[in-house]
């Protein structure tokens, strides 16, 4: 069975930090990932998708992929209390279906 | 990316019922997906409504319970049928762009069966 494991958390960082969540998958063969967004009480919002091994960055969010190591991260700089949420890792597997992660719930403390 | 739109926001059912959720898109989409999110959890896959075709259905929902509607390119409704208190949850609609495959979600539906 397909799977994408993450830390529940809750990860807390104080404001101006750098947070850094993590992800894994079991499928070799993806090729697709994604990071989403959920405040409480909201639908997930995608704030990051990443394609090739490496970095790719967007304003204070960096997506870092490993396909050798079914790893996927996403740092964010200088956490803001704004950023608390919880962010869901989720991995295009084929056939129409994506799979996501638990979520790791985030917290930054002013 | 696209917008799209759910109702009800919320709903509270009585036992028994069924409970209809319509989802609207701005745009045509191929393939539109059901989710469900009980409290604290993560996003469970219902079933995936190819407009022109049956839903897929994913392993341990059914047709039957959960019967699915997509009569054209932007509108899908998911019926919850005969309500159990173990269907309290949120239901969400999304779509996906084919050529990224990146997902983009309605605001939900917040079902309570009493």
């Known amino acids: 069975q397909k799977e994408v494991e993450q830390n529940s958390g809750p990860l807390s960082v104080p404001e101006g930090a750098i947070a850094s969540l993590n992800c894994t998958y079991s499928?070799?063969?993806?090729?697709?990932f994604f990071w989403y967004r959920q405040y409480s009480g909201k639908s997930p919002e995608l704030i990051m998708s990443?394609?090739?091994?490496g970095d790719k960055e967007d304003g204070r969010f960096t997506a870092q992929l490993n396909k050798a190591s079914q790893y996927v991260s996403l740092l964010i700089r200088d956490s803001q209390p704004s950023d608390s949420a919880t962010y869901l890792c989720?991995?295009?597997?084929?056939?129409?279906?994506?799979?996501f992660g638990a979520g790791t719930r985030l917290f930054v403390k002013a | 990316s696209a917008v799209i739109s759910q109702k009800p926001s919320r709903d509270i059912c009585q036992r028994g019922t069924s409970l209809t959720i319509q989802c609207q898109v701005d745009?045509?989409?191929?393939?539109m997906f059901w989710y469900r999110q009980q409290p604290g959890q993560s996003l469970t896959l219902i079933a995936t409504?190819?407009?022109?075709?049956?839903?897929?259905?994913e392993s341990g929902f059914v047709i039957d319970k959960f019967p699915i509607s997509r009569p054209n390119l932007t509108f899908s409704t998911l019926t919850v049928s005969n309500l159990s208190p173990e269907d309290s949850s949120i239901y969400l609609c999304?779509?996906?762009?084919?050529?990224?495959?990146?997902?983009?979600f309605g605001p939900g539906t917040r079902l309570t069966v009493t």
């Open positions: 989720a991995v295009y597997t084929g056939g129409f279906k994506t799979i």
């Open positions: 745009s045509q989409v191929t393939m």
């Open positions: 499928d070799r063969g993806s090729q697709s």
């Open positions: 409504a190819n407009q022109g075709s049956e839903a897929t259905y």
């Open positions: 990443i394609y090739s091994n």
């Open positions: 999304s779509v996906d762009l084919p050529t990224s495959y990146e997902q983009y």
